[in-house]
Nanobody, 127 residues
Framework: QVHLVESGGGMVQAGNSLRLSCTAS????????LGWFRQAPGKEREFVSS????????RFGDSMKGRFNISRDNAENRVYLQINTLEPEDTAVYYC????????????????????WGQGTQVTVSS
């Protein structure tokens, strides 16, 4: 399987920002749509953001619009999630995932489209 490794999580104070990154072992990563999901204690895993293989299309979860941004660096087989003005409610394990089969301009919202997942990185936001 494609190996995905997240980094950039940690404990931060509310109001600060973080940039999470996810690096893939596979060069074909450049042709995959990519997504970020998160799961907080006691909650379902939820969609955060996704970006198409082309980079043209980005999508965000309904509760993430405004403070989140997603970008990719195909030369480095890497995808980023920028979270600004962190809130305690952002505390969760954040996972990156790769979707190898969607169209070049498609960015999916549903976990079932993603075949490869990272181990997750913990983000803890204190008030």
């Amino acid at each position: 399987q494609v190996h995905l490794v997240e980094s950039g999580g940690g404990m931060v104070q509310a109001g600060n920002s973080l940039r999470l990154s996810c690096t893939a072992s596979e060069r074909a990563f450049t042709t995959y749509a990519l997504g970020w999901f998160r799961q907080a204690p006691g909650k379902e895993r939820e969609f955060v953001s996704s970006i198409s293989a082309s980079g043209v299309t980005t999508r965000f979860g309904d509760s993430m619009k405004g403070r989140f941004n997603i970008s990719r660096d195909n030369a480095e087989n890497r995808v980023y999630l920028q979270i600004n003005t962190l809130e305690p409610e952002d505390t969760a394990v954040y996972y990156c995932a790769a979707d190898p089969y969607s169209d070049v301009d498609s960015a999916q919202r549903f976990a079932s489209f993603y075949d490869y997942w990272g181990q997750g990185t913990q983000v803890t936001v204190s008030s």
